[in-house]
Every structure is written in structure tokens, then in C-alpha cells.
């Protein structure tokens, strides 16, 4: 018994010192442990320059307000590669789904183009256009300017596709001049059948003067007053609009003609010689030329679009039924069939 009583009084003499040691080493005062967290100092208050009194009520501007452009000519995808003339029979996309964006325009798109308001005046902006280029240039100034920007390694070069004069192009030539006097313009495709009509939409849409043309390069002066902080606003279409349906361009049977004749010059056209064989993307300057040439002794002429496309032929037979003129009478395997038309 008394064994057992020194024991347990050991044991509780032992306990109360460690309790002691405890709170001696682990108190609130000496505890203080390697990795202890420090409170993160207090953000002093951001110091305001003005006061609400003090400031000044400035304009509220919505940053989704719509674009206002002054350029006096209908926004189009293209103004080269379409023909206002001719009116689409059908749409493949809502008219309501405009390519500038929902509310980034303050044209209506009808399909085709954003037409531009009523109040816009051709004559002023003729006027305007000719203020920007001033005086005309000097020989020695063209052949110094022409010089500078007519070579292939010219930095300030934009190419012209199969989509011609686009509207998302002008832009671009405007940013060129920002820091350039002239841009070099390389043309290639089916454009290049009348490059009459890109020198026109070119001039007219931007402003510039061509002062120089060779083959399918040109060379698009800005004129001596531009100022890059006045040029026009010219709002960005976002996305390529969907074609619309347009009328039939091959008939099966061709005015003038009977169901027969039709079936007999398709036939001869097919087996006679292809007059040119027309390559992908390439230069088409004297196509129209060669065609005019040939009509004058045959009466059917074949083309060789092979590995051109069937979009891109279609489309060179639009261009060569106005530019020669002549009637296509049919598209297959890549091949242009056009004749020439009954001679009045």
C-alpha cells in the first residue's frame, strides 16, 4: 500500500512540473514560433486629385454608339467585282445580319450594300479630293516616287486578289499612308480583266491619284496635303457578307438561237482549240484583247480555266459578257465557251 502511494505521488509531482514547464515555455508572452504569420500592413487610401466637387461633368459617350461616315458612296463588300445595275433575285443570309456589326453603323445593309445617306454630295467631296492632292507633280517627282515604290521589295505594297477593290482595303491604304507617301498595289485574278475599273474605284474611294500603271502594278499616290489626323472614317466590316443569289448568267437556250443551234455551237466550242489556258490567280490584262482578236474570224472561242475554279470562271465570263462583248454559252470541266453574237 505504501508502495503504491509513493508511486502515485511521484507520478502527480511529475505531471505538475511538466504542467509548469508548459506554461512557462508555451505562454502567451515566450511563445513565439519560427514560422509565425504577419499581418499584412493596412492599404493607406488612394489619394483622389479631385474632389466630386471639383471635378468638371464630363460627356457620357457610349462606347457601342454607332460609326458616322461622311464618305458620300454606298458601302459595298466589293466595288470593283459587283455591278449596282444588276439586282439580286434572292438572299442567302437575313438582311438584318449587317457585316459591320449589330449597331456599329448608322447605315441600314440592305443585302448588298449600306447605302449612304441623302444628305451626302458627290461634288463636295470632289471638291475636298482635289484640295488633299494640290498641285500636280513634277516629272522628277513621279520618276523619284515611282522609283521608290515600284520594286517587288517594296514594304508598302497591298495585293489585290479575286475580291477586287474591297471595302476593308481602303482602310488599309489610308494606314499605309499614315507613314508612307504612296502605296505599291499588286493585282492579280480575275480583276485584272479590266483594270481600267480598279484604277477608277481606287481613285474615287480613297482619294488618291495613280501615278503610275504597269501591266497589273500600280503605284497610289496619298496627294501633297494629306494629313493622316483628318482622313475619313472608314467603319471595318467584321466578316465577309454572303453573295446573293443573282439570275441565271447561261441561258439553255441562247437569244437568238434555236434549241438546236445552241446544242451545235456548245459542241463546236468544245472540240475546237483552247485560245489562251488561264492559270490560278494569275494576270489577265490581254484576255479581252485576244478574245476581240479571234471573234473577228471565229464565231465560237474556247478558254482553258483548268485548275482555275468554277467560281473564279463564272466570273471571268461575267466580265468578258460586258467587256468584249459576247454571250457565254457555257461552263464545263472548267472550260469557257463564249460566242461571239449574231452580227447586226
Known sequence: MLSTRRSLALAKDSFLSLRNLQA??????????????????????????????????????????????????????????????????????????????????DRNWTGTCAPASQES???????VRDKILGEALTEEEVAELVERYRHSDCSRQINLGKGGVTHNMIDDIHNHWKKAEAVRIKCLGVPTLDMDNICHHLEEKSGGKIVYRNINILVLYRGRNYDPKSRPTIPLMLWKPYPPIYPRLVKNVADGLTFEETKEMRNRGLHAPALMKLTRNGVYVNVV?????????????RLDCTHVGMS?????????????????????????????????
Open 312 to 344: 473564279d470562271c463564272k466570273r471571268i465570263g461575267v466580265k468578258l459578257k460586258d467587256l468584249v462583248p459576247c454571250v457565254p454559252i457555257l461552263f464545263k470541266d472548267e472550260q469557257i465557251i463564249l460566242w461571239r453574237g449574231k452580227k447586226n
Open 24 to 105: 512557462r515555455f508555451v505562454s502567451t508572452e515566450y511563445y513565439d514560433p519560427p514560422f509565425s504569420p504577419l499581418s499584412k500592413p493596412a492599404k493607406p487610401p488612394k489619394k483622389t486629385k479631385k474632389t466630386q466637387k471639383d471635378q468638371s461633368p464630363e460627356p457620357m459617350t457610349s462606347p457601342t454608339a454607332p460609326v458616322t461616315s461622311d464618305l458620300p458612296f454606298d458601302f459595298r463588300y466589293s466595288y470593283s467585282e459587283t455591278n449596282p445595275a444588276i439586282k439580286p433575285i434572292g438572299f442567302r443570309e437575313p438582311k438584318r445580319f449587317s457585316p459591320f456589326g449589330p449597331g456599329r453603323l
Open 121 to 127: 454630295d458627290q461634288r463636295q467631296w470632289a471638291v
Open 289 to 301: 484583247g485576244r478574245v476581240r482578236e479571234e471573234f473577228e474570224t471565229e464565231e465560237v472561242v
